[in-house]
């Protein structure tokens, strides 16, 4: 499966941005899909994930903020950012992987699957 991110952008703090990533090679509709990101001169982390089922998580950071959604007929998956804050200020990457169990679904090594990377930076 590859991944191909994109929406990154300069954004001032209070706005929105809406990241989509599209999946090819295999259709993913059967795999959980997930957002991370990386801040400067942070580690990457956790930021959304949802299931086959539909079933959504979220980073306690972004919960209430962030929504993850996916379209299996177009094999994407999409982050809409909201009430955006400088913190949020990251590289975003989508992954995707079908064997993730849900007490790992946060963990980044439970992903095969990694999307290149999309920037985002909210000014304040």
């Known amino acids: 499966v590859q991944l191909q991110a994109s929406g990154g952008g300069l954004v001032q703090a209070g706005g929105f941005l809406r990241l989509s990533c599209v999946a090819s090679?295999?259709?993913?509709?059967?795999?959980?899909l997930a957002w991370y990101r990386q801040g400067p001169g942070k580690e990457r982390e956790f930021v959304a994930a949802i299931r086959r089922t539909g079933h959504t998580y979220y980073a306690e950071s972004v919960k209430g903020r962030f929504a993850i959604s996916r379209d299996n007929a177009l094999n994407t998956v999409c982050l809409q950012l909201n009430s955006l804050k400088p913190e949020d200020t990251a590289v975003y990457y989508c992954?995707?992987?079908?064997?993730?169990?849900?007490?790992?679904?946060?963990?980044?090594?439970?992903?095969?699957?990694w999307g290149q990377g999309t920037q985002v930076t909210v000014s304040s």
């Open positions: 090679g295999r259709p993913f509709s059967s795999y959980t």
């Open positions: 992954a995707a992987d079908d064997g993730v169990i849900l007490s790992s679904i946060r963990r980044s090594s439970s992903y095969d699957f």
